[in-house]
Antibody, heavy 122, light 106 residues
Framework: EVQLVESGGGLVQPGGSLRLSCAAS????????MSWVRQAPGKGLEWVAN????????NYVDSVKGRFTLSRDNAKNSLYMQMDGLRAEDTAVYYC???????????????WGQGTPVTVSS | SYVLTQPPSVSVSPGQTVSITCSGN??????ACWYQQKPGQSPVLVIY???KRPSGIPERFSGSNSGNTATLTISGTQAMDEADYYC?????????FGTGTKVTVL
């Protein structure tokens, strides 16, 4: 059974940092692009960033470029997102999601984690 | 940046058919997919590659995509289908989600 479990969320002051983790099981993490998607309270879904199977390529939404950094450790079946320079508008539930088709970019997300909440407030 | 627009809300009576639209420039030239999200839960993929249903998704969910509009149709709507629905596409190295539609089953 495919499972994605996020952790690392919490309350942080503006300008602070957090590192989110996503533990994957039930499939070969090294075969899939992986994404982070967020949802602000009462708002819609927003794609944040993704990373290629081997970590050699990353894409970011403009609003987080230069502040968020994705990495992965396939040997540990884990995905990470380092979030620096956090702003109030980054407050959201952050989901880890698997891109459905192995090795292919630009499809859709067939498995999602339960999400981890991030609150940026003083 | 690419924008996908959905109606904020639609309502439907149990057993009836409801369609949700998703509009974007030349969307028909891309693959569209749809997610269902119930309160407090993670999104679930219900349609991918315009018309395909993942395993476990009921046949009452169907999709189409042409021109500038993708459409999700729920036939024989059930109370359990009440949820938020989001379309999604890929454009210029970004995934883009639609604005979301709340489906209310009256």
């Amino acid at each position: 059974e495919v499972q994605l479990v996020e952790s690392g969320g919490g309350l942080v002051q503006p300008g602070g940092s957090l590192r989110l983790s996503c533990a994957a099981s039930g499939f070969s993490l090294s075969s899939h692009w992986m994404s982070w998607v967020r949802q602000a309270p009462g708002k819609g879904l927003e794609w944040v960033a993704n990373i290629k199977q081997d970590g050699s390529e990353r894409n970011y939404v403009d609003s987080v470029k230069g502040r968020f950094t994705l990495s992965r450790d396939n040997a540990k079946n884990s995905l990470y997102m380092q979030m620096d320079g956090l702003r109030a508008e980054d407050t959201a539930v952050y989901y880890c999601a698997r891109e459905r088709v192995p090795m292919i970019l630009g499809t859709d997300f067939d498995y999602w984690g339960q999400g981890t909440p991030v609150t940026v407030s003083s | 940046s690419y924008v996908l627009t959905q109606p904020p809300s639609v309502s439907v009576s149990p057993g009836q058919t409801v369609s949700i639209t998703c509009s974007g420039n030349r969307l028909g030239h891309k693959y569209a997919c749809w997610y269902q999200q119930k309160p407090g839960q993670s999104p679930v993929l219900v349609i991918y590659e315009d018309t395909k249903r993942p395993s476990g998704i009921p046949e009452r969910f169907s999709g189409s995509n042409s021109g500038n509009t993708a459409t999700l149709t729920i036939s024989g709507t059930q109370a359990m289908d009440e949820a938020d629905y989001y379309c999604q596409a890929w454009d210029s190295s970004n995934y883009v989600f639609g604005t979301g539609t709340k489906v209310t089953v009256l």
